[in-house]
Nanobody
Framework: HVQLVESGGGSVQSGGSLRLSCTGS????????MGWYRQSPGNGCELVSH???????YYADSVKGRFTISRDNAKNSLYLQLNNLKTEDTAMYYC??????????????WGQGTQVTVS
């Protein structure tokens, strides 16, 4: 079965950096579109960044120029480098795999999340 395991979260001061990692198993990682989402108390789930199997990338406006998404297919791993962190970046960050269900609708598999706290 699909499994996604995140790591790398923590507590940092404003302006600091973190690197989140996500390791996937149970699916063809190199053929999968992957993304990082975040959720903070009182807010909905927000797409932070996405990388396709062809390594096309997307960033939310709020993180452009500060966050960098990357992947290492040989290690079945997804990364998110977070630089110049702001207090508003505080959230639980989730790794997700996007695929298509039989009817063509999007399907997401989620990791357990890793907490990022910026003070």
């Amino acid at each position: 079965h699909v499994q996604l395991v995140e790591s790398g979260g923590g507590s940092v001061q404003s302006g600091g950096s973190l690197r989140l990692s996500c390791t996937g198993s149970g699916f063809a990682f190199d053929d999968s579109d992957m993304g990082w989402y975040r959720q903070s108390p009182g807010n909905g789930c927000e797409l932070v960044s996405h990388i396709s199997s062809e390594t096309d990338t997307y960033y939310a406006d709020s993180v452009k120029g500060r966050f960098t998404i990357s992947r290492d297919n040989a290690k079945n791993s997804l990364y998110l480098q977070l630089n110049n962190l702001k207090t508003e970046d505080t959230a639980m960050y989730y790794c997700a795999r996007k695929s298509s269900a039989n009817d063509g609708s999007p399907h997401f598999d989620w990791g357990q999340g890793t907490q990022v706290t910026v003070s």
